[in-house]
């Protein structure tokens, strides 16, 4: 089993729709990161938490730090958002990341 | 916007050739890491930094050296590429500073080993 688990592992809606993706972990960790993935194989970091929720735009990210989950939400979804999301973990023992398999999301006008 | 850049974006070579990826940083970020990725899988460390002359081995063994003479500068070298390292390569950095910075992430290097 992943350490760090995603669901779901692909995703198609509707330009409009309301998104989540979801993100648990089995490690302790410092931090949790948001990043997304372009086909052309660049990634951005979106996010950065250790506790409670941040917004960035119509992206919003939250943390329960007890239940070891979190979930990326995307409000009024376009098709430019269409990409791999990736949730990562900073494991408190040795300070490096550990990444989940992704979330594709593919938006459709 | 983050200035990590990588080179060559793509990269197509025969079997027993001799490839360096290129990563540069402008930030003067401290730390550096090479990720390997493989189509539709989750990245793993293959490589990092913490400063010039400071290299240490991954969680994911991999038959690839890196150097760094240079803060700027962390490059990854294949001495006698196989079909086996066919995957895509992120270099990515990050400030000491505080803790737990982000990463910033460069474009990728795509390699391909006929």
């Known amino acids: 089993k992943n350490e760090v688990e995603q669901s779901p592992q692909n995703l198609t809606a509707q330009e409009g729709e309301f998104i989540t993706i979801n993100c648990s972990y089995s490690v302790g960790i410092s931090a949790l990161h948001w990043l997304q993935q372009h086909p052309g194989g660049g990634i951005v970091s979106l996010f950065m938490l250790s506790s409670g929720k941040k917004k960035h735009g119509r992206l919003i990210a939250t943390i329960n730090i007890q239940e070891k989950h979190s979930s990326l939400h995307i409000t009024a979804s376009h098709p430019r958002d269409s990409a791999v999301y990736i949730c990562a973990v900073r494991s408190y023992n040795t300070d490096k990341l550990i990444f989940g398999t992704g979330t594709r999301l593919q938006v459709f006008p | 916007e983050a200035d990590i850049y990588q080179t060559p974006r793509y990269l197509v070579i025969g079997t027993g050739k001799k490839i360096t990826l290129e990563c540069s940083q402008t930030?003067?970020?401290?730390?550096m890491y090479w990720y390997q990725q493989d189509p539709g899988m989750e990245l793993h460390l293959i490589h990092y930094s913490y400063g010039v002359n400071s290299t240490e081995k991954g969680d994911l063994s991999s038959e690839s050296t890196v150097s760094r003479i240079r803060t700027e500068h962390f490059p990854l070298t294949l001495e006698s590429a196989r079909p086996s390292h066919t995957s895509q390569y992120l270099c990515a950095s990050s400030d000491t500073g505080q803790s737990n910075q982000p990463q910033h992430f460069g474009d990728g290097t795509r390699l391909s080993i006929l």
């Open positions: 930030m003067g970020h401290d730390k």
